[in-house]
């Protein structure tokens, strides 16, 4: 009996469905004409004599192309430095009720996001054209100090105020939509608990402000090692112009701007790095889980186990307590059961 009821359920069931994959023949036609393009660019590159490789490696080692990358690196640091410095003034100030201070915020950056940074440089670099000399003093009176332009503003220090200035115009505007990315009840929250409106800034509305504004502030600090490129043409001698003369000198464009290239590759790349951990930290107080670093998708690579993904506080997540990631509670509660807002319970 048992027998006949089971045969009649074999025979009740359905066949098994053979599943046919999808086929992609746009993903093959593509992989073709990839590698065919990439085989053609490899023998360019290995058989073309006028790339020079042996006058690529001579450059890359060249002592007045070292110099350059200091230089371009020295250039970078410092304008970036004057630009977040004055983005960040700017931004206050433009969003001041003060319509002074914000008219005077506008009138900045239009002028300096309005005119092109080439120019900016050789007008930096021509202000003793202007101003023979730079005082300081009584208005309309003695002056107390006094100093000759081409003195005090070097070619250096004319790149300098050339890209930190024309920088800290784009910067005020990544500020400026960072802060305004935090919701207002935070600053309203932290004026409630006793705090002045810059103590709210610094300690409330920037720190979270900063998952807005880092990612901005990277590609400005890749840019600018590139656009410090432009400081040839005030005879500033960095990375690009170091390469550039010993193209004309030997007639060998190509390879001189091969190993330049390279150099920008690589410090980009470096860069590039940098970024991504500054956003993965400032992540944190956001993200549930955070994204795999390229040491843990290098190692995952080879072991052919996908990287374990990890919380804002650097454990794998919970599976049973449905908690928060920082310890805080799942109904919106902050880390250690503070509450959302950045205040801490009474």
Request: net charge positive.
């Given at each position: ?20 994959p ?43 192309v ?16 004057m ?31 309005g ?45 300098l ?34 705090m ?63 190993a330049?290239?390279?150099?920008y ?9 940098g ?22 998708r ?12 990890r ?32 205040g801490?319970?009474?």
């Amino acid at each position: 009996m048992k027998t006949t009821d089971q045969g009649s359920a074999d025979r009740g069931r359905p066949e098994a469905i053979k599943a046919v994959p999808v086929r992609h023949p746009g993903r093959w036609a593509s992989v073709a004409v990839i590698a065919v393009l990439a085989a053609m660019l490899l023998h360019v590159l290995f058989t073309n004599e006028a790339l020079d490789w042996a006058f690529v490696g001579a450059v890359l080692r060249d002592p007045t192309v070292i110099h350059g990358i200091w230089s371009t690196l020295e250039l970078t640091a410092l304008a970036m430095l004057m630009g977040v410095v004055g983005g960040v003034l700017l931004a206050v100030m433009r969003l001041s009720r003060n319509p002074v201070l914000s008219g005077t915020a506008w009138l900045y950056i239009w002028i300096f996001r309005g005119t092109p940074v080439l120019v900016q440089l050789v007008f930096w670099n021509n202000i003793g054209v202007l101003w023979k000399q730079i005082s300081l003093g009584v208005p309309f009176g003695p002056a107390f100090w006094s100093q000759e332009s081409n003195t005090l503003v070097p070619v250096f220090t004319a790149a300098l105020l050339g890209l930190g200035l024309n920088e800290a115009a784009y910067m005020a505007e990544i500020v400026r939509a960072g802060i305004q990315s935090v919701d207002e009840g935070q600053a309203e929250a932290a004026h409630a608990l006793g705090m002045s409106r810059a103590t709210a800034l610094r300690r409330i509305v920037l720190p979270q402000a900063m998952r807005v504004i880092i990612p901005p502030t990277g590609n400005e600090t890749i840019s600018m090692l590139k656009t410090t490129s432009l400081v040839q043409v005030i005879a500033l001698v960095e990375l690009f112009t170091a390469g550039h003369d010993i193209a004309t000198r030997t007639y060998k464009p190509i390879p001189a701007m091969i190993a330049v290239s390279i150099y920008y590759l690589l410090l980009t790349s470096i860069l590039t790095v940098g970024q991504y951990y500054l956003e993965r930290h400032f992540a944190r107080g956001a993200n549930r889980t955070l994204p795999p670093t390229p040491l843990q998708r290098a190692r995952a690579l080879f072991t052919g186990r996908a990287p374990a993904a990890r919380t804002a506080a650097g454990s794998p997540p919970s599976k049973t307590d449905g908690g928060a990631p920082d310890g805080g509670t799942a109904d919106g509660g902050g880390p250690n059961g503070g509450t959302p807002d950045g205040g801490k319970d009474a």
